[in-house]
């Protein structure tokens, strides 16, 4: 759960509070018998959509609520001329039935000359590579 964690849970607070205020929230809610099995959390900024993340109940996952609830605010988008919705970052399955094209994230890492350097160097490489699950080995917070 994205959310356990103290540290991303009060950063998507920060966010969601500061895009509120500039009318940028989008929080999707997908119910059925008034409860929530669905949830899309995004932002709207000049015509684009940004998805930022998603999570559905377990319960529900033969009914494909998720996928649901994202064709609505993808409607939804359209409806109110959005001209884009960008899934962000993550190649996820999910992501990949609804694009047409893939952007790709690039990024520099500029290091000074040493061993120290390196080392620390090649275990952030090592860190991203492995989609963060380091941290759990290393004790990084």
Not at 43 to 72: E, I, M
Request: some cysteine.
């Amino acid at each position: 759960m994205v959310f356990e964690e103290e540290k991303p849970r009060n950063f998507a607070l920060e966010i969601a509070k500061s895009f509120s205020e500039k009318g940028w929230l989008s929080l999707n809610i997908l119910e059925l018998s008034d409860k929530p099995v669905s949830a899309l959390f995004g932002f709207r900024y000049r015509s684009k959509f940004y998805y930022y993340l998603a999570g559905f109940d377990p319960a529900y996952y033969r009914y494909s609520v998720g996928n649901l609830l994202l064709d609505q605010v993808i409607g939804q988008c359209i409806k109110d001329g959005l001209t884009e919705f960008d899934f962000m970052r993550g190649a996820d399955e999910h992501k990949n039935r609804w694009n047409t094209s893939v952007r790709w994230n690039c990024q520099a890492t500029l290091t000074r000359n040493g061993l120290m350097t390196s080392v620390r160097h090649q275990l952030y490489e090592e860190y991203w590579k492995q989609g963060k699950r380091f941290k759990f080995f290393l004790k990084i917070k």
